[in-house]
């Protein structure tokens, strides 16, 4: 008799087609989990990592905010436009100046979105 997985195989399909059209345009990005109270990050790949000289044990369930990328020269109304759009599941445009980790300031602009598992058409 099979294995019915339910919600959970549900669930990785969908990581993994978001996984799958990320990497496909050579993008560097993370996943993080909303329902989580720091929306913890549970996927990052590979060219995240290299971009900012971490590896992905360092990386998962980090706070998705990214909070051990500020740096001297991270503007906290940006960190605090970031968390707001986590809070409100908003869309949202955010410029932040991240460090990468030998201190090496890395201007990246953020977009956050917010996903659902009946939005797999093309992910942004």
């Known amino acids: 008799m099979p294995v019915r997985r339910g919600h959970v195989a549900l669930q990785n399909t969908y990581l ?31 060219g995240f990592c290299q971009m900012f000289g971490f590896t992905r044990a360092e990386i998962m369930q980090q706070p998705c905010t990214c909070q051990f990328l500020v740096g001297p020269g991270t503007m906290k109304s940006a960190l605090a436009q970031l968390a707001q759009a986590l809070l409100g599941s908003e869309e949202r445009k955010v410029e932040i100046l991240y460090y990468a980790k030998e201190d090496v300031e890395t201007r990246d602009g953020v977009k956050q979105t917010h996903q659902s598992q009946d939005d797999l058409s093309d992910p942004p």
């Open 16 to 46: 993994d087609t978001i996984i799958r059209k990320f990497d496909e345009k050579n993008r560097k990005f993370l996943i993080a989990n909303a329902q989580m109270k720091s929306c913890g990050i549970i996927y990052c790949n590979e």
